[in-house]
T-cell receptor
Framework: GESVGLHLPTLSVQEGDNSIINCAYS??????FIWYKQESGKGPQFIID?????DKRQGQRVTVLLNKTVKHLSLQIAATQPGDSAVYFC??????????FGTGTRLKVLA | NAGVTQTPKFQVLKTGQSMTLQCAQD?????MSWYRQDPGMGLRLIHY???????DQGEVPNGYNVSRSTTEDFPLRLLSAAPSQTSVYFC???????????FGPGTRLTVT
């Protein structure tokens, strides 16, 4: 299995509850942000993105919030399901195709 | 579309051996990149390419070479493997005109 997430912070939520995963980014010049989901043994999967001219963007069951003042991103997952169990991490981009990735948070969904 | 494909999925090398990790995409993306992922760390950029014939170094390029002879393929070469190169390697491509980056399934490399 995947060894990447050995020492990651873990968020445990009950199935059906909402999950909030946080990310602090480093570069105040970053203008594009992505949230990824990574399941064990798989590559990161694009979930949702947001540009710096927005504060909020919604997808299917997911919402990303951006607070540029404190350089903070959050990913909200509504009605969390067992299939949402994975490592989630954010990435920031300052327009040069080079991304800076966070280390991630492991989400565990409890039945 | 197969998306981004990588081979092999697993590889064990002895120190000093060389090998090539393969990456291909069938989405006609111009931008491709290689990352390594280590426990407790975010993905780190090794090399990237903005199009056929153009490559550049990322954050951790030492010990790795790349080439981009076609839009589809972006192989990563380890010239003389070292235990510090034990990692999971991901190839990614970015949809042209956007910053949407898509990853392959990864190659788990162990160097003994």
């Amino acid at each position: 299995g995947e060894s990447v997430g050995l020492h990651l912070p873990t968020l445990s939520v009950q199935e059906g509850d909402n999950s909030i995963i946080n990310c602090a980014y480093s570069n105040s010049a970053s203008d594009y942000f992505i949230w990824y989901k990574q399941e064990s043994g798989k590559g990161p999967q694009f979930i949702i993105d947001i540009r710096s001219n927005m504060d909020k963007r919604q997808g299917q069951r997911v919402t990303v919030l951006l607070n540029k003042t404190v350089k903070h991103l959050s990913l909200q997952i509504a009605a969390t399901q067992p299939g949402d169990s994975a490592v989630y991490f954010c990435a920031e981009n300052s327009g040069t195709y080079k991304y800076i990735f966070g280390t991630g948070t492991r989400l565990k969904v409890l039945a | 579309n197969a998306g981004v494909t990588q081979t092999p999925k697993f590889q064990v090398l002895k120190t000093g051996q060389s090998m090539t990790l393969q990456c291909a995409q069938d989405m006609n993306h111009e931008y491709m990149s290689w990352y390594r992922q280590d426990p407790g760390m975010g993905l780190r950029l090794i090399h990237y390419s903005v199009g056929a014939g153009i490559t550049d170094q990322g954050e951790v390029p030492n010990g790795y070479n790349v080439s981009r002879s076609t839009t589809e393929d972006f192989p990563l070469r380890l010239l003389s493997a070292a235990p510090s190169q034990t990692s999971v390697y991901f190839c990614a491509s970015t949809r042209t005109g956007t910053y949407e980056q898509y990853f392959g399934p990864g190659t788990r490399l162990t160097v003994t």
